[in-house]
């Protein structure tokens, strides 16, 4: 009998086994689908995990996130002090059972005898890693899939400094988790039981308000200027998500209260229902926005994703037409804002950090000011890990951001903010207005001051056992058989973040160290500031690869890239 036969057959076998599940897995016929649900634990890593809702153990259900809890709490009780007393706190978006496993998170720690901080309504990400520093919390738990499809759920952990698990944390609690025994009757106490013994404590208004002080400050208009009604007109979309609230307060608590919102997309919604993805990255997603924004002749079009730490932006370009920025350009314009408006001392001790995969022409506006860049592996727990560093270093932040529309302007949250983003990218606008000029006038400023720098990104889907095999496959060939140019670009460095290593490619090739975290990364840089990166994500079932390139215009940078993204896709779907 295989594995995943046995994990199967104790499923089917427990008596009391939840009945929507029970009704669910007796339904299903076909063993491929059984294999995928019970072959293995649903994985966890830095971003916690992340599933498709169902039975079974690679599935989100209450069982596998009750044992995700009972392996925290054996995580947090070697690790962290007075775990009773300073509690977790919870919070949840607007997916199918987010509410229903907030509450299990709550019902296992109370078991444990820790309290539990729950939000009583669904609210963004970051106002979970706001909540953790806040209430001095040792974790926080989002539950969360962020921009994936209807049919998933994850479970998400902050450690005590409100960012995300790093991966030495990350693999501390997946032991832990490995050893909480059998999903099926992990130990958990009734709400009211919970709420008797005041282990379960609802949040109320106390966070937001917290955070909106917070977020007010973090603005560039003077006391008068925030008193005045701005003449910037808004459309904004949260996509069915949490950022509703949140944004709406921010945008009125600085007189900015000219905005339209997408009354279709304005309602929670774990369908998505008016998008084929909740994802401000997909240009479709703001497609209903773009509409408002014709009719009302709106200056910013703002979307954000359901769990409300990614921002999308669209401006009017030359032509008049609606344009979406991608991550980087975004990126590039409130870092420039944001040093534009700094002092001396700020920038001579500010840090802006960036992905490995994020554009350089955030290097080259951070030079521009005398700011010092700093790289970090993907995804935004490094970017929080790092200015958990600078708390005893002493150097100071100024902005971090990610080429996946994630950006944080202040670190009062340790997350990637799209509320943040949100106001400060109207407050940018309004700026630029005031100027007579469009933040696509701007962006145009920055690619005529510092070169015309472009990104791309292709990924391919390969789901499932024989998927996760394909893409480890993949990688193994690239470092095995390392390419030489890519597109008539000559390849100068090649950096491997599994083994650590930077190869300098030429007449008399040489090694260093990467001074990074080992991770399943591939990077080529190439001749004429280009470069292709290549990982698998840590979320999705997909192998990513991303491109830049910096030419004298868009044409040469566009043939450019569309070259190199056209040889690496024929490349990859070859193997």
């Not at 005898?113 to 970051?126: D, E, M, Q, R, S």
């Not at 369908?271 to 408002?292: C, D, G, R």
């Not at 095999?469 to 390419?483: C, Q, Y």
Request: proline residues 3%.
């Amino acid at each position: 009998m295989d594995n995943w036969e046995a994990a199967y057959k104790k499923w089917r076998s427990f008596q009391y086994l939840e009945p929507s599940l029970k009704k669910e897995l007796e339904n299903i016929k076909d063993n491929k689908t059984l294999e995928d649900a019970f072959y293995k634990e649903l994985t966890f890593g830095t971003g916690g995990m992340r599933g498709v809702l169902g039975p079974g153990i690679n599935r989100m259900n209450i069982y596998t996130v009750r044992k995700a809890v009972s392996g925290l709490v054996n995580y947090l009780k070697v690790n962290c002090v007075n775990v009773r007393d300073r509690g977790v706190v919870v919070s949840y978006d607007s997916r199918y059972m987010s509410q229903e496993f907030a509450l299990e998170t709550a019902k296992v720690l109370g078991d444990f005898g820790i309290k539990a901080y729950v939000f009583n309504t669904l609210h963004p990400t970051p106002l979970l890693s706001f909540a953790v520093r806040y209430l001095g919390t040792v974790a926080g738990v989002m539950i969360t899939a962020s921009h994936n499809p209807p049919e998933y759920n994850g479970f998400k952990v902050y450690n005590e400094d409100g960012g995300q698990i790093t991966p030495d944390e990350a693999s501390d609690i997946t032991a832990a988790i490995q050893e909480a025994g059998d999903e099926l009757i992990i130990p958990y106490m009734e709400e009211k039981d919970l709420e008797e013994k005041e282990l379960l404590t609802w949040i109320g208004s106390e966070i937001d308000n917290a955070y909106l002080e917070c977020l007010e400050q973090i603005s560039n208009l003077n006391e008068d200027e925030r008193k005045q009604d701005k003449d910037l007109q808004i459309v904004f979309t949260p996509l069915h998500g949490t950022a509703y609230d949140l944004v709406m307060k921010g945008l009125h608590q600085l007189n900015f209260n000219d905005v339209e919102v997408v009354k279709e997309q304005a309602e929670p919604d774990p369908e998505f229902s008016t998008v084929t993805s909740p994802n401000p990255e997909e240009h479709q997603a703001f497609s209903m926005a773009i509409e408002l924004g014709k009719q009302s002749g709106a200056d910013i079009l703002i979307g954000t994703d359901p769990d409300a730490d990614r921002l999308g932006v669209a401006v009017r370009n030359e032509a008049g037409e609606y344009n979406v920025l991608t991550g980087n350009q975004l990126g590039s314009l409130l870092l420039d804002y944001i040093l534009s408006h700094s002092g001396q001392a700020l920038l001579a001790n500010g840090r802006m950090l960036k992905t490995i995969v994020t554009s350089e022409l955030g290097r080259k506006i951070a030079d521009y000011y005398g700011v010092k860049t700093i790289d970090t592996l993907t995804g935004f727990k490094f970017i929080g890990e790092k200015i958990r560093q600078f708390d005893a270093t002493g150097e100071t932040f100024v902005f971090g951001y990610e080429e996946s529309y994630g950006y944080l302007i202040s670190s009062f949250a340790r997350d990637k903010d799209a509320v943040q983003a949100a106001v400060f990218a109207s407050e940018m606008a309004y700026y630029w207005k005031k100027q007579g000029k469009t933040l696509h006038d701007a962006l145009n400023e920055l690619y005529d001051r510092h070169g015309y720098y472009l990104e791309g990104m292709s990924s391919l889907t390969l789901k499932g056992k024989e998927g996760s095999e394909k893409i480890n496959a993949i990688m193994k060939t690239f470092r095995k058989d390392p390419l030489t140019a890519i597109a008539g670009l000559q390849v100068e460095q090649i950096e491997d973040y599994d083994s650590g290593e930077r190869t300098i490619v030429g007449s008399e090739q040489s090694t260093e160290q990467i001074d990074l975290p080992q991770e399943n990364v591939v990077k080529y840089k190439l001749e004429k500031d280009s470069w292709v990166c290549l990982r698998p994500s840590g979320t999705e079932p997909k192998i990513k690869c991303y491109f830049g390139v910096c030419g004298s215009s868009k044409q040469e940078s566009g043939d450019r890239l569309e070259a190199m993204k056209a040889y690496m896709d024929n490349r990859i779907n070859q193997m």
